[in-house]
């Protein structure tokens, strides 16, 4: 057990506070065992780690590693769910100058490959039996690769592999290496610097190409939380959900530097599949999810309301107006009124907050969404219910560029520059930006590194966008995925998607056209559970996805939000034909990132006969199926999948 010195407590100035194991010691001695740090729920029971304990984890971790033969600047790569030993192997590394790579629970075999390989990673954290046996599969590739350390030994107690290390015994020889040097630990938190390399966070490969390796520092870690704060202050006595894997860059500036930086508890689900449970008795303050995951919770909400009794849809559709004036009031800062503001309270106590609470918002300060942009249908969807969410735009490259300020909201923006004069809009559209804290470019990749910044400092972000004469920036999509119509103008197929994204009953959508295609198009994966519950109260027969799928009631029912995105488009991008896909996109086929965006070239590519079709003006296209019956049973199909018009 380490002793708290109360009397270094909140010595440290500014300056010294460069790295993030300095902020962590400054934080144990603030707080030591008299506040936890982090709290994990296992086997239903919540288990609490003060400041102390997590202090003295990182320094067994660190000195564990260092008892190995650890040299400063080697890297480690972990893969894991959100646990607590993934956040203390994480600052343990910082501690002894190393850096980190994450990788996602679902990586593929050529994924753990390459990325623990290219990021030269010594030592790799894998949480259980599933990501152990992937890193052992591709072993001979990784020659550096010299031990694999995991933290959960269930199914791994057969195993007897010199390579495996337990994350316990990891700790217990540290533990016995502060005992025979116990200035060891604080000797090597004082080396740090905050150049230092921190963490490399491997891109989406969304071009196709190999995912890049960015190099982000511990200055820019500590550099985008701090100026975020300025916006956003979190309170030492809140809580951070942490959900959001560590490997998205966005997650190590949020909870690996963030919540460290503000002191707040962070709290892990005990796995993804409890988290709807386990964030009600959480009741975090912050939160941050991806845009799909806030469109699955909008089609679920809505979903539950349609299946609800008659006076709940009655009162629900009653306060909805008032829902909405409330939010348009809210996002410019103006009082609505005395009459709208009783009418609200009814509201809020008969509607709202009982769907706050039934889904663990209650407490919510603020909630974050970044990675793809939110629809303005589904951002205004959560004001209504009360929910303050905000958009974040950035890269992994750049951390945070923009966010959304209290009572300056716009739903179609991406919020307002951290920084004034932090952006710009390039002569093609693309946004530009500039900023003290952005990544030390890409590891192992020089070239791409010039390539990421012109003469004159400025990021190139790939992506484009404009901005208001508010200062707003609005987000359109990637530069590259900006597509010509054959009448003049553009569309943005990412904009159409994330409209229809925010329909309960469609689970991802892609929008097609181009200068050769006389009209734009769209292939669309439905949310089996949310049609299927549509299709059971209306007593529609079926039997696997594919039979739903292309139930003609189904397509009546989607056709019906396409019309309503069509409205909200000009003339020449509105789209002319559909389909209903036999399956969902896969991530383990690459058609999606790990965040779930869409990898268009590749969808469009594996499907070139569907889209041929299509423009063909076929009304059907033959396809090979794997189906898999409500009964247990699968097998294989040769199915028709129906091409359908919209009507105006």
């Given amino acids: 057990m380490i002793v708290v010195d109360r009397s270094q407590a909140n010595t440290e100035t500014a300056t010294e506070l460069d790295t993030l194991p300095k902020i962590l010691r400054a934080q144990f001695r603030k707080y030591g065992d008299k506040k936890v740090a982090m709290r994990k729920k296992q086997y239903g029971i919540w288990n609490e ?134 200035m060891l630990f604080e000797q090597q938190v004082d080396l740090g610097k905050a150049s230092e390399l921190a963490a490399l966070c491997y891109t989406s490969g969304t071009t196709g190409s190999r995912p890049k390796g960015v190099m982000l520092s511990h200055k820019f870690l500590i550099g985008n939380a701090e100026d975020w704060f300025k916006i956003d202050p979190w309170p030492d006595t809140d809580d951070y959900l942490a959900y959001t894997p560590p490997a998205w860059g966005m997650e190590q500036v949020q909870g690996v530097a963030g919540a460290l930086i503000a002191g707040v508890t962070l709290n892990f689900p005990e796995k993804p599949e409890t988290l709807q449970n386990d964030i009600r008795e959480i ?69 709202f907050r009982p769907l706050r609470d039934k889904h663990g918002f209650i407490r919510v300060r603020t909630a974050y969404q970044a990675g793809a942009s939110m629809s303005s249908d589904c951002f205004r969807f959560f004001h209504i219910m009360g929910i303050n969410v905000k958009q974040m735009y950035g890269l992994t490259e750049s951390g945070i560029v923009t966010i959304h300020r209290n009572c300056d909201i716009d739903p179609e923006s991406v919020g307002r520059p951290l920084e004034e004069g932090s952006i710009r809009i390039s002569e093609r559209g693309e946004i530009m930006v500039r900023d003290e804290r952005l990544c030390d470019g890409y590891f192992r990749n020089e070239e791409a590194t010039r390539e990421l910044f012109d003469a004159d400092g400025w990021m190139h972000t790939g992506d484009g966008g404009y901005i208001t004469e508010h200062g707003h920036l609005i987000y359109l999509d990637r530069v590259k995925d900006l597509v010509p119509l054959p009448g003049g103008g553009w569309f943005a197929p990412q904009f159409i998607e994330s409209k229809l994204g ?38 529609v027969n079926y039997t696997t996805y594919v039979d739903l799928s292309q139930k003609s009631e189904v397509y009546a029912l989607i056709e019906k939000d396409i019309q309503r995105v069509n409205k909200y488009l000009p003339e020449g991008a509105r789209i002319r034909r559909f389909v209903n896909f036999h399956k969902e996109f896969d991530a383990d086929e690459a058609e999606l990132t790990r965040t779930r965006k869409l990898r268009r070239k590749v969808a469009e590519e594996h499907y070139k006969g569907l889209i041929d079709a299509i423009y063909a003006g076929k009304e059907q296209y033959i396809v090979q199926a794997d189906v898999k019956y409500r009964d247990g049973r699968s097998g294989v199909i040769s199915t028709g999948i129906r091409i359908r018009p919209v009507c105006e």
């Fill in 49 to 182: 780690q003060s400041w102390a304990d997590i202090y003295e984890r990182v320094r067994n971790v660190a000195l564990g590693l260092v008892s190995l033969g650890w040299q400063r600047g080697d890297h480690v790569a972990i893969v894991g769910d959100n646990d607590p030993e993934w956040y203390c192997a994480e600052y343990a590394t910082h501690a002894i100058g190393g850096a980190v790579t994450g990788l996602f629970v679902d990586a593929h075999f050529s994924e753990v490959e390459y990325l623990i390989g290219h990021s030269e990673a010594r030592y790799v954290f894998a949480k259980d039996q599933e990501q152990v046996d992937k890193v052992l599969e591709v072993r001979a590739q990784l020659p550096r690769m010299e031990r694999i350390i995991y933290w959960d030994d269930r199914g791994l107690w057969t195993y007897d592999d010199p390579l495996l290390m337990s994350y316990g015994d990891l700790e217990e020889r540290g533990r016995k290496l502060a005992d025979e040097r116990p």
């Fill in 283 to 351: 009741e975090p303050q912050y939160l941050f999810f991806s845009a799909r995951v806030w469109d699955t919770y909008a089609s679920t909400v809505q979903s539950k309301i349609t299946e609800s009794t008659a006076l709940k849809r009655w009162l629900y559709n009653l306060f909805l107006p008032v829902g909405n004036r409330m939010a348009g009031a809210r996002f410019c800062g103006k009082s609505p009124g005395l009459l709208w503001q009783a009418l609200w309270t009814l509201g809020n106590m008969l509607v």
């Fill in 502 to 539: 925010f329909s309960p009953y469609i689970r991802y959508a892609m929008a097609i056209g181009g200068e050769n295609k006389p009209f734009v198009s769209a292939v669309i994966c439905i949310d089996f559970q949310n049609v299927g519950n549509w299709a059971q109260a209306r007593r």
